[in-house]
């Protein structure tokens, strides 16, 4: 009877034959109810029955990869970000709804920082990783792989160059920034 | 009673659109019909019409609102201005709209489960597309298929009935026409699954024995509507379940 589908409430079993597992739960009459569309999983060792979700919430799992854009830095110790996508395998998927992260200062890189505007700007596209469950989301940046994959020129607004290490450089005007630079990908 | 019904509304046993009393109007229910929404449901009773369209869990916009422990669920029911039969009605929330919100959303919050999503909201929009009564409980119908097409756990599907009393008879969902004229109605909202009823209200004089007749009467209506919503949520997804598994 594996691979059934079922909708909420119906009944998948009793508390006698299984544990609840993942989305099911028993009623006053311990009966097991499914609590979602899906489709039934039976562990016949641990006697489990659970429920695997047909869809899953748009809400970000821990360890995602994600992409987003810094709106403010209060009191320059943390920074808040929009994220705005997801990477799915290398392929960034736009999510429905914007949702917010947080870096707190410890998160921003190994080592320790001042504040953090010398490491992120407002207006940048940061690379982070989900490290809380959410929203709003805890995001970390201590990793070479993550942090600021666009920025602009603080003083005119051109799009940075990536020039060496930490640093970018803006074509236009020769201004040099101080950024914690993704060390994979950089659009600019 | 002020005025007269246009029709009689109960002749020899028959109502002014030829039902028995405890026959409900054919049902109709779709889900999935929009794709930008999570999850939704198109649902009609008859010739009341209803859209349901459900988004999230998503971020609170207003912070002030977002719960620490649970999300919460915020449900606007609207009727469009071309849904009712006495030309265009005024698109902006009246009165009733509002309370009629409030009244499905407290009969949603008890089968949702909202722990699951702390500090989110799940939005359910309600659109009365054509109004030919027992709207409300329509709508709590649709919003029910809605959000168990978006994926949201929750304790059981929830089915609406709505009973009322015509010419001292009981009688299982109203029309516009008995809606008006009728000597009273009582709208549930009904977890057939688990027995449970999560809305309940009344207009007019009944008697114990006449509101003992109305429970069950509702329970009959509903089973066959909950099976109803179960096999259209069911169809839908036995083909997506298929290619999940292999």
Known sequence: MDGEVVAPGDVVGTAEEYLPGENVEVDSEGKLRAQVMGIVIRDNKEHIISIKPIKNNGLLKMNDIVYGKVVALPNDRVIIVKIISVDNNGNKVSLKDDVTGIIPPAQLFNGKANSAGELVGIGDIIRARVISRGPPYTLTLRDAQLGVVYARCPRCGHVLRWRSGELLQCPNCGAVVRRKVSLIEYWG | ?246
């Open chain 2, 1 to 246: 009673m002020g005025k007269q019904p246009p029709v009689p509304l109960l002749i020899n046993g028959r109502r002014s659109d030829g039902r028995l009393p405890n026959e409900h109007r054919p049902v109709r229910m779709e889900v999935g019909v929009i794709n930008n929404a999570e999850g939704s449901a198109l649902v009609a009773y008859g010739n009341t019409v209803i859209l349901a369209a459900v988004y999230g869990p998503r971020e609170v916009p207003q912070k002030h609102l977002e719960l620490p422990d649970k999300a919460i669920l915020r449900v606007r029911y609207h009727m469009a201005p071309f849904s009712t039969s006495e030309g265009r009605k005024s698109p902006t929330p009246s009165r009733r709209e509002i309370e009629i919100s409030k009244v499905i959303r407290m009969a949603l919050e008890p089968v949702v489960i909202l722990e699951r999503f702390p500090r989110t909201t799940i939005d359910v929009y309600i659109e009365v597309l054509q109004a030919d009564g027992s709207t409300r409980v329509t709508g709590i119908t649709a919003a029910s298929l809605a959000l168990a097409d978006a994926g949201i756990p929750m304790r059981d599907l929830l089915v609406g009935v709505s009973i009322g009393k015509v010419s001292g008879t009981i009688v299982v969902d109203l029309n516009q026409l008995e809606d008006q004229y009728g000597e009273g109605d009582m709208p549930f909202a009904i977890m057939y699954g688990r027995g449970l009823i999560t809305l309940m209200q009344a207009d007019g004089e009944w008697t114990p024995g006449e509101i003992g007749q109305a429970i069950e009467m509702a329970f009959k209506a509903a089973e066959q509507i909950y099976r109803l919503q179960k096999d259209t949520l069911k169809s839908k997804y036995v083909e997506s379940s298929i290619s999940l598994l292999t």
